[in-house]
């Protein structure tokens, strides 16, 4: 059984930055890529970040420059750094393991964890 635990969500002021973890347990997590979604009340789930077993990352245009997604298998964890951070980038982040399919829509990714609470005030 795939476990997928979030971690480093907060409340900072637009400008500040934050860390978000994605801590893997139950797969091959060198052999996974892992993708990072986001979802304010009242919008769809979104693409923010995707990280292949090789590392190659891909990013959407809202957060390219911004974010950076990185992995460190021998902790098999994938982190999310997030600078310059936007009161529009108020949402419930998670992490989830790609499946199949196109990379950044959320139906391609299996396991999901409970997601980590991100609060950017103006």
């Known amino acids: 059984q795939v476990q997928l635990v979030e971690s480093g969500g907060g409340l900072v002021q637009a400008g500040g930055s934050l860390r978000l973890s994605c801590a893997a347990s139950?797969?091959?997590?060198?052999?996974?890529?892992i993708g990072w979604f986001r979802q304010a009340p009242g919008k769809e789930r979104e693409f923010v970040a995707r990280?292949?077993?090789?590392?190659?990352?891909y990013y959407p245009d809202s957060v390219k420059g911004r974010f950076t997604v990185s992995r460190d298998n021998a902790k098999n964890t994938v982190y999310l750094q997030m600078n310059s951070l936007k009161p529009e980038d108020t949402a419930v982040y998670s992490c989830?393991?790609?499946?199949?399919?196109?990379?950044?829509?959320?139906?391609?990714?299996?396991?999901w964890g409970q997601g980590t609470q991100v609060t950017v005030s103006a």
């Open positions: 989830a393991l790609y499946s199949t399919g196109i990379y950044y829509r959320w139906t391609s990714y299996n396991y």
């Open positions: 139950g797969s091959t997590f060198s052999s996974e890529t």
């Open positions: 990280i292949g077993w090789n590392s190659i990352t």
